[in-house]
């Protein structure tokens, strides 16, 4: 069985069907007014368009001379000044009457653009964690910031520009046959339609070897961030060199259809300048001989070449527009296709808010993998009372993290349940279930703002005090207090201002901050050096008083005075107990015990 290709067309109307309750909002009368008000200048403006050549057709009839008049008396003068001051008078309203569209309608599609791009940032947010870690940032922000853009560019040129540019050709055809007779209509449109299939064709050519292009920038600006982003990593390995080589293959693709793009250009601009200027050429040679003839006069000869020089305006302008549109229509459809993108974890219709007593978990023979054919979970039980303290250890990929993940519901489980307080998390809004977790990850990320901020993101409505309680208990209110600028120094991307320990301090100080019942540690000081790490272990210790905790760590050292250990062996809980119970079982804790136990000794030997 086939798959049927999806028709480009239909997709460009599913895009432009989309598109029209931004411009035509349900129920906002504010913005529906402003758009007929813009739609009324812009007819009055394209009226005066069509008007304002016959002023000029009239004055250069009254200025031509003729038999028996006296041209040069202030008396026949008066009347040609006239039309040229009336003609005048037309050429503003145009403008005038175009910039007043402008004026009121540009808040109407700055509003469609706001609402589209936090409808779109929200969304991005809403997706899985599982969408996020296979696609890349870069990307995204391009198809967001190319998707806004052509957006933009719809709203206003089809409205102003596509629509009015037809009816403006028709009008022009008409007046052609009932000014100057029926050949004349007929050379214009012949030229308007030849002109128009070209420019289409053409462009259609052209979209492709755009996409291309898009394709290629986008790539070459993914490889560019993620190699900003892992800057430090770049200068350990000397990478620099090896970077650029690879921005660049990048770059010479994007440059092979920027190239295509140019020529393709310049041929399409040439075949229009061709058939314009031909039909411009027929059409005055066919005017200058009925003037020889008498059957025009010299008025009617400059209103024919004012004419053909307002349809060569539009259409040089509808080549450019048609262009930009299907482009348009193209990165409009990747940041539409990215809004359908389904949520995987969403709420129920009849979920309720997660009420938590005391924080017990309990995972009832949890089954889960990221992938169908590759399980992580093989059915895990767990009963966590609530103010205990859990330690998950086990080697790498035994499903330690996967369990953390789940509990924020970054997931849903494939089989069993996670419940809080007897709550199945499927059963609450997410909101609620992460606002009663807190944790402390590995690596903790800042924003590239201040400190304060990055405290007070536990809880925006936190007071200053309260902040600097938060870092007091987190024992970094001195060394923040140290630095010229306090709570307001700026931490850089990332953190990358602040060392390992500095950042996990103020990691704590904002879980500390947000003051939730259940305290996930996922490897909180596997990456910090010996004293900085007993140092955050003592923070975190204080911190889990009182709260349920679940501790993620590889190094067993770090979790002995935890309430029960439990070992994770492929998915499956392999032991538990306390640690002097797991050691006294002489099994695979006791094993993994003494492994790194001989591991530190190696490391710190002692010298005589």
Known sequence: M??????????????????IPYLWPEGDHAVKTRVVVALCLLVLAKVVTLIT???????????????????????????????????G??????????????????????????????????????????????RKTGGLSRIIERGVKGVDFLLRFVLFSIGPLIVELTLMAGIFWYLFGFWYAVIVVATIALYTIFTFKVTEWRVAIRRRMNEADTDANQKSI????????????????????RYDRSMANYEQEAVKTNYSLAALNFGQSII?????????????????????????????????????????????????IRQALVDMGEMFGLLEQPAEVTDKPDAGPLNVAGGAISLDDVR??????????????????????????????????????????????????????????????????????????QDTVLFNDTIGYNIAYGRPEATTAEVIEAARAAQIHDFIESLPDGYETKVGERGLKLSGGEKQ??????????N??????????????????????????????????????????TVVHADRIVVLDHGEVAESGTHEELLAAHGRYARMWAQQAAEDEEESPVTA
Request: no cysteine; hydrophobic share 45%.
């Open 368 to 441: 889960f993998g990221y992938d169908a054919e590759r399980p992580i979970l093989k059915g895990v039980s767990l009963d966590i009372a609530a103010g205990q303290t859990v330690a998950l250890v086990g080697h790498s990929g035994s499903g330690k993290s996967t369990i953390g993940r789940l509990l924020f519901r970054f997931y849903d489980v494939t089989g069993g349940a996670i419940q809080i307080d007897g709550q199945d998390l499927r059963d609450v809004t997410q909101e609620s279930l992460r606002q009663h977790i807190g944790v402390v990850p």
């Open 516 to 557: 939730p019942p259940i305290l996930l540690l996922d490897e909180a000081t596997s990456a910090l050096d010996t004293e900085t790490e007993q140092g955050i272990q003592d923070s975190l210790q204080q911190m889990g008083e009182g709260r349920t905790v679940i501790t993620i760590a590889h190094r067993l050292s």
């Open 276 to 324: 314009i200027t031909t039909g411009l050429v027929i059409v005055l040679v066919m005017a200058a001989r009925d003037v020889q003839a008498g059957n025009l006069s010299v008025g009617d000869f400059t209103i024919v070449n004012m004419y053909m020089m307002q349809i060569t305006m539009p259409l040089n302008f509808l080549g450019t527009v048609y262009r930009e």
């Open 505 to 514: 301090r103020v990691g704590i100080a904002r879980t500390i901050l947000k």
């Open 53 to 87: 050549p016959l002023f000029f057709k009239e004055a250069v009839d009254a200025l031509a001379p003729t038999e028996g008049s006296a041209q040069t008396t202030f008396l026949m003068l008066s009347g040609p000044v006239a039309l040229v001051v009336g003609f």
């Open 226 to 245: 993620d190699s900003l982003l892992n800057f430090e990593t770049v200068k350990y390995f000397g990478a620099e060199r090896r970077e650029a080589a």
């Open 89 to 134: 008078f037309a050429r503003s309203g145009q403008v005038l009457f175009a910039q007043l569209r402008d004026v009121v309608f540009t808040r109407v599609g700055q509003q469609a653009l706001r609402r589209l791009a936090l409808q779109t940032f929200e969304h991005i947010h809403a997706l899985s964690m599982r969408y996020h870690m296979s």
């Open 2 to 19: 086939t798959t049927a290709t999806p028709d480009p067309q239909d997709a460009e109307r599913s895009v432009l069907r989309k598109v």
